[in-house]
């Protein structure tokens, strides 16, 4: 089973930005917590991560990769209106889960609507790493039938 972990725009910055809404948690501590469940979960889960902060890069990454069984994805402020990102979402033909660190319906307003989450299976969101560890686990769940 292989599933994507998608970090986007800003988030190599995480753990130095923002770490009342985002956390202390470097990239790296990040891909490690989650990698660790992930092995948690089911040892034979392969994990590929990438982050970029551009937008073009994320949809190459995704469309490339087209035969991975899952994504879980934090799209970042482009989770926000990019039509682009969406419709590389609804186009891989995976189950797919969007994340993120901070509660979006509960920041501006501009935050809460989010047109990739549209594309995706179910939106975990405002529990910091917590909020990938759930999404996994769900991911997870959806990609095995259990």
């Given at each position: 089973m292989q599933i994507l972990i998608i970090h986007g725009p800003n988030l190599n910055k995480i753990g130095k930005r923002d770490t009342a809404h985002y956390g202390t948690k470097?990239?790296?501590?990040?891909?490690d917590f989650v990698s660790e469940h992930a092995h948690a979960l089911n040892p034979e889960i392969q994990l590929d991560f990438f982050q970029s902060n551009h937008e073009g890069s994320l949809i190459d990454y995704i469309q490339e990769r087209s035969l991975a069984d899952g994504i879980l994805m934090n799209p970042g402020a482009l989770s926000h209106y990019s039509y682009a990102l969406s419709d590389a979402l609804r186009d891989f033909r995976g189950k797919k889960v969007e994340v993120?660190?901070?509660?979006i319906k509960n920041r501006e307003h501009f935050r809460a609507n989010t047109v990739t989450g549209d594309a995706c299976d179910a939106i975990f969101s405002g529990k910091k790493e917590e909020s990938y560890k759930?999404?996994?686990t769900y991911l997870y769940q959806m990609i095995a039938g259990a």
């Amino acid at each position: 089973m292989q599933i994507l972990i998608i970090h986007g725009p800003n988030l190599n910055k995480i753990g130095k930005r923002d770490t009342a809404h985002y956390g202390t948690k470097t990239l790296a501590e990040l891909n490690d917590f989650v990698s660790e469940h992930a092995h948690a979960l089911n040892p034979e889960i392969q994990l590929d991560f990438f982050q970029s902060n551009h937008e073009g890069s994320l949809i190459d990454y995704i469309q490339e990769r087209s035969l991975a069984d899952g994504i879980l994805m934090n799209p970042g402020a482009l989770s926000h209106y990019s039509y682009a990102l969406s419709d590389a979402l609804r186009d891989f033909r995976g189950k797919k889960v969007e994340v993120h660190l901070s509660d979006i319906k509960n920041r501006e307003h501009f935050r809460a609507n989010t047109v990739t989450g549209d594309a995706c299976d179910a939106i975990f969101s405002g529990k910091k790493e917590e909020s990938y560890k759930e999404g996994l686990t769900y991911l997870y769940q959806m990609i095995a039938g259990a």
